[in-house]
C-alpha cells in the first residue's frame, strides 16, 4: 500500500527495469479500492508533514530534527573522506550531553510509577473497592506487557526525540503447535500464543506515527497513520485465518507477500491493483499500515496491502478497535480512542498546541556542538605544539599539508626555518570549554547529580545544586506524570473490552450463564507481596443486598482467604463485570512524587513525618500502632509482619507506661492479647 510506483511516458506502472508491472492476483471490490486511494492521500500528506522544514525544530524536517537529537545522544561520528594530509585532525567528541540525559534517566527511573486511580458511579458517589480491584488489574496487565523495561525507554525517548509515543492494544495471536498423542502420532493444532496474546505495551518510533496536524492535541486529530515492520511469521499468527474474499472464501491473508506491497493506481486501468517491491522490507518482513479516523469512528488496515477487516458497508463496519465506556446524557456508550499516549521533555509552543516538544538532546544541541569544536582544537592544537610542524619562509612554497604534526621536507639553502608555537591559544579553549559544559550542568543537570564526585564542592554547595537541579525537573515531571496517567486509562480501557468478559457456558440445557472467569494478580501491599483472586461472576446481576448482606458476604469471603482466620497472603474479590465496567475511573500520579523519588527526598520526608507524629504535643492525638504499622512496612526488609508485635496495643501501652513508672529501660510484653490483622476481602 506504501510504496515507490515507477510510470513509463504514457503512463503505464514499471517496474526498475522498464518492464510492465503484472497486475496483482488481489483485486477487492471498487468500494475498498476507492478506501485504499484515500488512504494513500492521507499517508502522503501526513509524510509530506513529517519531512516539511519547520521554525520549531531550527529549521529541520521533524524527521531531520529526530536524526541530529539521537546523534547528540549516541554520541555519533560517523565515517566520511578525509584527504590523507588532513587525517591527523581529532574526530572523536566527548560523551557530555550523553553522560546528562542517562544521568537524569537514572534518577527517573528508581522507583517504578504506576498511576493511581479513583472510582465513581453515575451519581458521582466513590467506589473505592472497584478502585482497588482496578489498581490491581491494571498494575498486573502492565507487568505482563514488561512495563518495567518499557518505562525506561519510555523516559529516554522523551529525553532523546522531539516526542514519546506510546501504543497499547488488546493482541489476540494463534500459532500452530505439535501435540504428540498416546498412540504415539502428531497432530497439529492451533493454540493461542501466549507471548503475543494480551495487553502490548509499545514505543513507537517518531516515522511510523504519522499525525495529520501538528497544531492539534493526540485525541482531537483529525486521522492518524500508524506503519509498522514486522515479520512474516508475526503477521501470520495475528492475520492469518481471520478475513476471507467475498464470494470465494478464501483467505486474505494467502494474498500476503513478503517483502511486496500492493499499490492502486488510480484512474489507471480501472483502478487495477499492482504488486511492488516494498523498499524498507527484506524477504522476511510484511508492511502493516494502520488508517485511524476518530472524528468517523474508521479504522482501515491493510496487510502488505491486502485490507484486513469488513468488507461489506467498509465504512460503517470497521469501528475503532480501541474504545472507552462513557457515560453520555444518562446512558453508556462505547467511544473511539486513539491508542497511543505521547509526552516530551519540555514543551515548545508556549500554548500547548504543538504535539511535538524539545528533547533533552535538543536542548543540549549547540551547547555540545561547541564543546566537541573546542575539544577537538585543543586536541589538535596539542597536536601541532607538541609536536610541532615547522615553517620555511622566503624560498620555498608551503601549502596546507605541510600543517601537519612533525611535518619536514626539503629546502634549498638560505631558507628562513622556525617551529609552529600555539600554546596561548590553548588555554583560551579550554577555558572556552569549561563556560560551555558550565551551561549544559545548567540547563540539564550538574556532574555531582550524575554520580560522579567534583572536588571542592562544599554540603551547602550540593543541597543548592540538588534544589537547582529539583527546579529543572519539575516541567518534565509535570509531563510524565501526565504520559503515565493516559498509560493508565489506555489499559484500563483494553481491561474492560478484553478481560472482563467470560464465556457462555453452555454445558446445562436451556440455560444462559457466563462462565466464572478467575484472575490472579500479583501486587504489593504494605511492603507484603499479595496474591489476588479476582473472580468475574453473574451471579450478582439483576439483585439488590442490603449493607449488612454485603457485609455478611464479604466475612465469608474473608474466611474462604484466610482459611477460618489463619491469615495468608491472599484476598479475593467477587466482582460483577457489568456494573465494574461502568464505573467511571479517573487516573492520576503526583508529579513531586516523580521528584522526590528522583532525589532520594522521599523516605526523608516518611522519615521527618514519623518524628512528627511521635512528637509529645502530637501523641495524644494518633494512633500509636497505625504509625508504627505505617512506619515499619516502610522502612522493613522482607514481609513487614514478622517485626510487627503480636500482643494487643492496650497491653503493650500498659506495660509501657508500667516500666516508665518502675525507671525500667527496656518493655518486657504483657498479655496474651491477639491485634486484629484481618485482610479486608470485598464484593464489588
Known amino acids: 500500500m506504501i510504496g515507490q510506483i515507477v510510470t513509463d511516458k504514457d503512463g503505464n506502472p514499471i517496474d526498475t527495469n522498464g518492464k510492465k508491472l503484472s497486475v496483482s492476483s488481489y483485486q477487492p471490490s471498487e468500494i475498498v479500492k476507492k478506501a485504499m486511494v484515500l488512504c494513500q492521500k492521507d499517508y502522503q500528506v501526513n509524510w509530506s508533514l ?23 545522544f549516541s554520541a555519533f561520528v560517523g565515517a566520511k573522506f578525509v584527504p590523507q594530509h588532513k587525517k591527523w585532525r581529532w574526530k572523536g567528541r566527548k560523551n557530555t550531553s ?11 527511573i528508581t522507583e517504578m510509577l504506576y498511576p493511581n486511580v479513583h472510582s465513581a458511579n453515575e451519581q458521582e458517589e466513590v467506589d473505592k473497592k472497584s478502585a482497588t480491584v482496578m489498581r490491581i488489574m491494571v498494575e498486573d496487565s502492565l507487568r505482563k506487557a514488561n512495563y518495567t523495561t518499557q518505562f525506561l525507554f519510555m523516559v529516554l525517548s522523551a529525553l532523546v ?37 494480551g495487553l502490548n505495551l509499545n514505543i513507537r518510533p517518531i516515522d511510523q506515527v504519522l499525525f495529520s496536524d501538528f497544531y492539534t492535541p493526540l485525541q482531537s486529530q483529525p486521522n492518524i497513520v500508524e506503519v509498522e515492520r514486522i515479520p512474516y511469521s508475526k503477521a501470520k499468527k495475528i492475520y492469518a485465518g481471520k478475513f476471507f474474499e467475498k464470494g470465494t472464501g478464501k483467505d486474505l491473508f494467502d494474498y500476503v507477500e513478503a517483502g511486496k506491497t500492493k499499490i492502486v493506481m488510480a484512474g489507471q486501468e480501472g483502478n487495477l491493483l499492482f504488486d511492488v517491491e516494498w523498499s524498507e522490507a527484506d524477504q522476511n518482513f510484511v508492511q502493516v499500515v494502520r488508517n485511524f479516523y476518530r472524528d468517523e469512528d474508521l479504522e482501515l488496515e491493510w496487510v502488505a496491502g491486502v485490507f484486513m477487516g469488513n468488507e461489506e458497508n467498509i465504512y460503517n463496519n470497521n469501528p475503532f478497535k480501541h ?18 499516549a505521547t509526552s516530551y521533555f519540555e514543551p515548545i509552543d508556549p500554548t500547548g498546541r504543538f504535539i511535538y516538544g524539545k528533547s533533552g538532546a535538543f536542548k543540549l544541541y549547540w551547547d555540545d556542538a561547541s564543546q566537541n569544536k573546542m575539544h577537538q582544537l585543543l586536541h589538535d592544537g596539542t597536536f601541532l605544539d607538541v609536536i610541532k610542524p615547522t615553517i620555511i619562509s622566503g624560498i620555498a612554497k608551503v601549502d596546507s599539508t605541510v600543517m601537519a604534526p612533525g611535518a619536514t621536507f626539503g629546502v634549498p639553502a638560505g631558507a628562513n626555518i622556525q617551529q609552529y608555537s600555539l600554546s596561548p591559544n590553548l588555554v583560551a579553549a579550554m577555558e572556552l570549554k569549561r563556560e560551555e ?9 550538574d556532574k555531582s547529580q550524575s554520580g560522579i564526585a567534583q572536588p571542592g564542592i562544599t554540603a551547602t554547595q550540593s543541597i543548592q545544586l540538588q534544589t537547582q537541579a529539583r527546579i529543572i525537573m519539575g516541567p518534565f515531571a509535570v509531563l510524565l506524570a501526565n504520559l503515565v496517567k493516559q498509560v493508565g486509562e489506555l489499559t484500563t480501557d483494553c481491561i474492560v473490552q478484553h478481560t472482563l468478559m467470560g464465556d457462555v457456558d453452555a454445558t446445562v440445557p436451556g440455560s444462559l450463564r457466563m462462565k ?13 507481596e499479595m496474591t489476588n483472586r479476582i473472580v468475574m461472576t453473574d451471579a450478582f446481576m439483576g439483585k439488590g443486598m442490603t449493607e449488612k448482606q454485603q457485609d455478611d458476604y464479604e466475612w465469608n469471603l474473608w474466611d474462604k482467604a484466610t482459611h477460618k482466620g489463619k491469615i495468608k497472603d491472599q484476598k479475593i474479590y467477587h466482582v460483577n463485570p457489568y456494573r465494574f465496567a461502568r464505573r467511571k475511573y479517573s487516573w492520576y500520579i503526583d508529579p513531586e512524587r516523580i521528584i522526590d523519588s528522583s532525589y532520594g527526598s522521599g523516605k526523608l520526608k516518611k522519615m521527618n513525618w514519623f518524628n512528627m507524629m511521635i512528637h509529645p504535643n502530637i501523641v495524644p492525638y494518633t494512633d500509636p500502632k497505625a504509625v508504627a504499622d505505617e512506619v515499619i512496612e516502610e522502612f522493613s526488609v522482607g514481609d513487614p509482619d514478622k517485626f510487627k508485635s503480636k500482643i494487643s496495643v492496650n497491653d503493650l501501652m500498659g506495660s509501657i507506661m508500667n516500666q516508665q513508672q518502675m525507671g525500667a529501660q527496656g518493655v518486657q510484653p504483657v498479655g496474651s492479647g491477639a491485634g486484629n490483622n484481618q485482610l479486608s476481602n470485598a464484593m464489588v
Open 50 to 72: 513529517q519531512h516539511k522544514s519547520d521554525d520549531a525544530f531550527d529549521g529541520l524536517s521533524l524527521l531531520d530534527r529526530t536524526r541530529v537529537d539521537q546523534e547528540t
Open 98 to 108: 550523553r553522560n546528562k540525559l542517562i544521568g537524569i534517566l537514572a534518577h527517573i
Open 161 to 197: 526525540n522531539p516526542l514519546t509515543i506510546v501504543k497499547i492494544e488488546y493482541l489476540e495471536a494463534l500459532q500452530r503447535i505439535k501435540d504428540k498423542t498416546r498412540d504415539g502420532k502428531i497432530r497439529v493444532i492451533e493454540a493461542v500464543d501466549e507471548l503475543l496474546s
Open 323 to 340: 474504545r472507552r465506556l462513557s457515560y453520555i446524557q444518562d446512558e453508556w456508550v462505547s467511544v473511539p480512542i486513539y491508542p497511543f
Open 437 to 445: 559544559e558550565k551551561d549544559m550542568s545548567e540547563s540539564t543537570q
Open 516 to 528: 466464572q472467569k478467575i484472575l490472579l494478580a500479583k501486587s504489593q501491599e504494605g511492603g507484603k
